[in-house]
């Protein structure tokens, strides 16, 4: 069964600051990951997902991963991040190919103006 | 775009009654919902799937008896807070999944925050 585990609790950046967040899963079969982001009072959105073929992922608001099989990762990283990018940050995967989602414990990322 | 609608966005309740939180697909049917339950600063935790015309499936360690889920239609799960005290007090979000082929889409319903007293 698939888990994902994120380490980054909580990451202050200053602005303009390059972002990298961790995100590590534990099955070694096909996989699909999620990057979801949860902005204070609102719903999640998602930011981006890796289902094949690139590994590299381009997803919303100049947010991107990288899915490194040999490692286990899928980290979300940003070249300069914005103060509207404070939020909550989740990984998720499906626990079995198209069932629930299982979330990360999720980082909490804060921008610095 | 799919989107899902949650409502109560907050409700307080007596400690005792039973709350119902709704959750709609508005614009496609789902065939499979899902509810999470959020504490401040934590992640996401999956209370139960249900299945449009089906018994929900439970998380382990979550009371069936006191969370009860009814997904009547391909575009209502409801979750019923029996009995309601104030450690359920807590953030309610539901999921739906809907669509075919390979992109698993989820999407999720802005949450219910519920304050028990």
């Known amino acids: 069964a698939q888990s994902v585990s994120q380490h980054n609790h909580h990451v202050i950046l200053s602005e303009a600051a390059s972002l990298e967040l961790g995100c590590n899963y534990s099955?070694?079969?096909?996989?699909?990951l999620f990057w979801y982001v949860q902005y204070p009072g609102q719903h999640l959105q998602l930011l981006l997902k890796?289902?094949?073929?690139?590994?590299l992922v381009k997803g919303i608001k100049g947010f991107e991963a990288e899915f490194i099989k040999s490692k286990f990762s899928f980290n979300l990283r940003k070249p300069s991040v914005q103060w509207s990018d404070t939020a909550e940050y989740f990984c998720?995967?499906?626990?079995?190919?198209?069932?629930?989602?299982?979330f990360g414990q999720g980082t909490e990322l804060s921008v610095k103006p | 775009g799919a989107v899902v609608s949650q409502h109560p966005s907050r409700v307080i309740c007596k400690s005792g009654t039973s709350v119902k939180i709704e959750c709609r697909s508005l614009?496609?049917?789902?065939?499979?919902m899902f509810w999470y339950r959020q504490f401040p600063k934590k992640s996401l935790m999956l209370m139960a799937t249900?299945?449009?015309?089906?018994?929900?499936?439970?998380e382990q360690g979550v009371e069936k008896d006191k969370f009860l889920i009814n997904h009547a239609s391909l575009t209502l799960s409801t979750l019923t807070v029996t009995s309601a005290h104030p450690e359920d007090s807590s953030f309610y979000i539901c999921?739906?999944?809907?669509?075919?082929?390979?992109?698993?889409?989820?999407?999720f319903g802005s949450g219910t925050r519920l304050t028990v007293v």
């Open positions: 999921s739906a999944k809907g669509g075919t082929g390979g992109d698993y889409g989820y999407t």
């Open positions: 099955y070694g079969g096909t996989v699909n």
């Open positions: 890796y289902f094949s073929g690139d590994p």
């Open positions: 998720a995967v499906p626990y079995n190919q198209g069932g629930k989602l299982i």
């Open positions: 614009d496609f049917q789902a065939t499979t």
């Open positions: 249900s299945n449009e015309g089906s018994k929900a499936t439970y």
